[in-house]
């Protein structure tokens, strides 16, 4: 078993900051990837942010400048740091990791989401 945990969500004005963080844990042999989508209301899932284990990071055009990903590999944890947050930045933030668990099996795993809500 393996299990994605986000924590950080939280309601914050309109150019204010907040920082979500995904942990990985379980059966884990390693961690390929992680990444984060989100889903508004009435909008249909888009990608946001992804970075492999050797810490190259990738941004969705809409977050790029504004938010900054780390990880920490020997915690198996991922950092979303967001700044400049927009009202049209609310939505629920879902962590994803491409996870090789113990007995060699890989495959992708999608945590709870956590709010996120910009208030203008």
């Known amino acids: 078993q393996v299990q994605l945990v986000e924590s950080g969500g939280g309601l914050v004005q309109a150019g204010g900051s907040l920082r979500l963080s995904c942990a990985a844990s379980?059966?884990?042999?390693?961690?390929?990837?992680m990444a984060w989508y989100r889903q508004a209301p009435g909008k249909q899932r888009e990608w946001v942010a992804t970075?492999?284990?050797?810490?190259?990071?990738n941004y969705a055009d809409s977050v790029k400048g504004r938010f900054t990903l780390s990880r920490d590999n020997a915690k198996n944890t991922v950092n979303l740091q967001m700044n400049s947050l927009k009202p049209e930045d609310t939505a629920v933030y879902f962590c994803t990791a491409v996870v090789v668990n113990t007995a060699r099996s890989t495959a992708n795993y999608w945590g709870q989401g956590t709010q996120v809500t910009v208030s203008s």
């Open positions: 379980g059966s884990i042999f390693s961690v390929n990837s």
């Open positions: 970075i492999i284990s050797g810490g190259t990071t």
